[in-house]
Each structure stands twice: as C-alpha cells, then as structure tokens.
C-alpha cells in the first residue's frame, strides 16, 4: 500500500507542477485579415494563423513583438504587421492584425527593371506611348433627361472599331511635350504634376499637342467624338454612370466635389488625382467620371437635334471640382477652343 502512494506522491507533484506553470501564463489571441499567416514572438516563428485567421498562443507574463507575416505565391508581395503588446499572468489578451502589402526586394527589382526600361524607352522616343484600350464597334443610346442639351435620347451607332486612351494625358506626357518643342510649361496650379492629369489646357493645345505624337509615334493620335466619348464612359450601361445610378458608389469611381473639393484646401484629397486611382469601367478606361472635365472634337449644340454651334467645343465627364451629377455619363459642357482651366484636360483616341 505504501509503495503505491509513493508511486502516486511525484505524479501529483508533476500534475500540480503543471497546473502552477499553466497558471502562470497568459493567453494571447491573435486574428488576421489573411488566414495561413505566420505568427513570431520576438522573431522567431511560433504558430499559424489558421483559416478562421485566429490562432491562440499561451506565454509567461512579458513584453513580446508580435509580427504577422505572410507571402504570396511568386514571393512577389509580402503582407505584413508589427505589434508590441505585454501579456499578463493569469490574463487574456486579443490582438488583431489588418495586414499591409509591401515589396519583397524581388519584386522592387524587377519593377525597378521594367522602370528603368520604360525610361530608356522614353530617352529614346522622346515620347511617352499611350495605354490605348480597344473599343470595339456597337450600338447605344445617347443623351439623358439632365438638361435641355442632352435631349432627345436618341440611338447611335459605332460603325468602327476605335482605340480609347486607358487614362488622360499627365502632365508627365505633356512636358514632355513642352521642352521638345520649347513651348512654355503648363502650370498646375498647386495640384502636382507627374502622373497627374494635365490641366489649364486649350482644346487648341491638345491639339497642337496630338500633331507632336503623330509626329513622334508615326501613329494618328486624336481626340474621341462625343459620341465615342459616350459610349465609351457608359461602357453598356443606360444608367447615370458606368456602374449604375447609386450615387453612393461613386466615390468607388471618380474624384468629384465630395472627396476632392468639399474636402477643403488643406486636405491632401483636395484637387487633381493621379491618373487611374480610382475603379475603370466594364471597359478597362478610368476617370471617365470626374478628375479632370476632357476636351472633345466634336462641335458644340444646344439639342441633339439642332444644328451645330462652330464656335464652342464639346467638353465631357466632369471633374473634381464638380457635383456628382455633372460627372454622368450623359453630361455636357462646352466652351471656346482657346480658353483653359484648372479642372480641364484631354484624353487621346486613335482609329483602329
């Protein structure tokens, strides 16, 4: 009997041992964003995050660095986080983790290469190629029920295939331009220049602009037609913008007076965007709503049915500066071919 409870005393002793350590612990509970990320407690690797993106880990009372870290597939981004946090005795502490995508050296080296090849492309060009995207020929109907010069609502048919510029024109393009040719250089009135869309332009400077291209490229660059302007921004769509007439799902979209302007001067949203920041459309062209108003070929009139105004240019699309409602697709605006604005671009069209 003796010897049994001697056999008994250390197995206890070891229970109780256990239970002590365990009660010296805290629990840390970790959620992720990504699940599969791994967990590392002070640089080492610890633990999974599993598919519920929650994983629980038990560690004596400390200061610990928390990082949750995760990989793609060709190693090309990593999504990543950094957390300090004390875990206590006896205590339980959640952490989340909403993961930030950065660039592996892999990735920032190849895209250094493709930059670098871009720019020695560029060197000896002197020119910036276009994105062009493909639209093919179709059928749709023109106009709205806004004001006066959008009526009637009518069909229009594109008989052609046409080319249509993925963004507008950057002053990055335009400046280009302007130093080959010795022209005075655009001001962009605060707003910052590079991938940002060019504005204070004339319709007579974007076209003096396209002649340079053609020139450059051998190609025949032009502006789109309104009607082509409009087919292309509703990309399919009958209804105010290319994804429907939820106004609320605009600012997915396009940069207009809510989160460009209303903003205030201070904001660092206020003004002119980079180009192709927000969603395109169903046709892969962005900004066909809002950020820079764009200049047409197309002759101004009052209606779809009177006669053309030869005096006035077609303007389309809106931009930051503007309410929701003129950045539709049926929206129309227009003004003389030598006037400029802060809120005025262009966007390039080639036949096919």
Known sequence: MLKKN??????????????????????????????????YINSKPKAMVGDGGITTINLKEGMYTIKVEKSTANSEWIYTKTKKVFVGEDTSTKLTFK?????????????KNVEKQRVNNINKKGFI?????????????????GPQDERPVHTVKIKKDFFVAKYEVSFAEYDMFSKSTGKKIIKDSGYGRASKPVINISYNQAIEYIQWLNKKSDKKYRLLTEEEWEYTARAGSLYKWCFGSDESKLKEFAWYDKNANKVGKKHKDYGTHPIGTKKPNLWGVYDMHGNVWEWTDSWYSKDYSSKKIKEYKVMRGGAWYYSAESSRSAIRSYDSPQYSYNYLGFRLARTK
Do not use: H, N, W, Y
Request: aromatic share 4%; hydrophobic share 45%.
């Open 99 to 111: 993961l930030d995508k950065k660039s592996t050296k892999k990735r920032t080296t190849r895209l």
């Open 6 to 39: 001697l056999l008994i005393f250390p197995i206890m002793l070891l229970l109780i041992s256990s239970i002590i350590q365990a009660a010296e612990k805290g629990q840390l509970i970790i959620k992720s964003d990504i699940s599969e990320a791994m967990v």
């Open 129 to 145: 190629e276009p994105e062009m995207v493909l639209i093919k020929s179709g059928e749709f109907i023109m106009g709205g029920d």
